[in-house]
């Protein structure tokens, strides 16, 4: 029996600080590099406003992600209502510095003015070297320029769960909202000490990777593994390509996890794998949203990526799921990589 997707759940939100964001962000990653196609800045900007148009007001960032900000700010500053466009960016520290008063106002000023806003709404921080304790001093700055308003919420990105609880023990209740971390259905690493973490300090995760660079989809089901070298392949699906193949488990295990996701998406009108792999991420509790790459310019999922909001996994469809999970070493991984983020250390 084909079940109707929901008329009535239009969008999901969720609270983050003061605001009330979608389930779904548009992540810019993809601005970074050509590799993933290129576009001329004023059609980007036109697309980041059909994007919004259709309800995707949240957009994702970094620093470190080509124009991305820039683009960013120049659309948002355009835009009727700029208030209703909510915007996500990242401070990265991948090498050694003395993490100053100076320097990390100036990160954030750097933000502030390519964004063209007054502040930033949420500023992510990501910390490559654990050794380095800087990172709480760096915390404790930002903490500092939220009480002066040069920024609203602050969020983590790709810390463990470990370094996740020093940091909320040391700042107190409520000053780190979030935690930007891979999770999907072939990396689950977040089910475990991440979730209970989350829990315990009110942090929601922001999750990328979540339908593993579009491999989580219709396109690949049936198709033979593909060469990481051929040429064809993005620099995220060389990623999880190899996530799959050589951590998770087997190409073959994988076009059977992609069957049965599709014999799950055939019983709700007008679903995709991707639906259900993006609603299954969602579903977790601890989940705030799911980032979704948009290959602005490009290409355009805002329809497809809509449906996720129409329909809920029920108990039958998570055990036919987790039938295939479990034979995988989904489980294991934790181990086998390391806590969420350890694969960028």
């Not at 683009?71 to 355009?78: A, D, M, T, Y």
């Not at 100036?106 to 007054?118: C, H, N, S, T």
Request: hydrophobic content about 40%; glycine content about 8%; proline content about 4%.
């Amino acid at each position: 029996m084909i079940m109707p997707a929901s008329s009535v759940l239009k969008e999901e939100t969720f609270r983050l600080g003061d605001y009330e964001l979608p389930r779904l962000f548009n992540g810019l990653w993809q601005l970074s590099s050509n590799s993933w196609g290129s576009a001329p800045a004023v059609k980007i900007r036109r697309q980041m406003a059909s994007y919004a148009e259709n309800g995707y007001t949240a957009f994702d960032m970094a620093d470190h992600y080509g124009p991305a900000e820039t683009l960013f700010g120049e659309f948002r500053q355009k835009w009727s209502e700029p208030e209703e466009i909510f915007g996500a960016t990242k401070w990265c520290v991948f090498r050694k510095v003395e993490p100053t008063r100076a320097l990390v106002e100036g990160a954030v000023d750097e933000r502030i003015e390519r964004m063209k806003a007054q502040r930033v709404d949420l500023l992510q921080f990501h910390w490559q070297d654990y050794e380095d304790p800087g990172y709480l001093t760096a915390l404790h700055h930002l903490s500092d320029l939220r009480q002066e308003g040069k920024i609203s919420l602050i969020g983590l990105c790709n810390f463990d769960t470990a370094r996740m609880n020093e940091i909320c023990e040391e700042l107190g209740p409520g000053v780190v909202v979030s935690n930007q971390v891979q999770f999907s259905l072939v990396d689950i690493r977040p089910l475990y000490a991440m979730a209970e973490a989350c829990h315990k300090h009110n942090v929601k995760l922001l999750t990328y990777g979540s339908v593993c660079g579009g491999f989580l989809s219709d396109t690949w089901m049936g198709k033979a593994e593909p060469d990481p070298y051929s040429g064809d392949l993005t620099p995220s699906q060389r990623k999880y390509l190899d996530m799959i193949v050589k951590a998770w488990g087997s190409w073959t295990l994988f076009q059977s996890l992609l069957s049965v996701l599709r014999s799950v998406a055939d019983k709700y009108e007008g679903m995709s794998i991707a639906n259900v792999a993006t609603r299954w991420v969602l579903d977790h509790d601890f989940v705030g949203a799911v980032i979704i790459g948009a290959r602005m310019g490009v290409s355009e999922h805002t329809d497809d990526n809509r449906k996720v909001y129409g329909f809920r996994l029920s108990a039958e469809d998570r055990e036919a799921i987790n039938a295939v999970l479990v034979q995988s070493n989904g489980p294991h991984l934790i181990r086998t990589i390391g806590d969420c983020g350890a694969e960028y250390r």
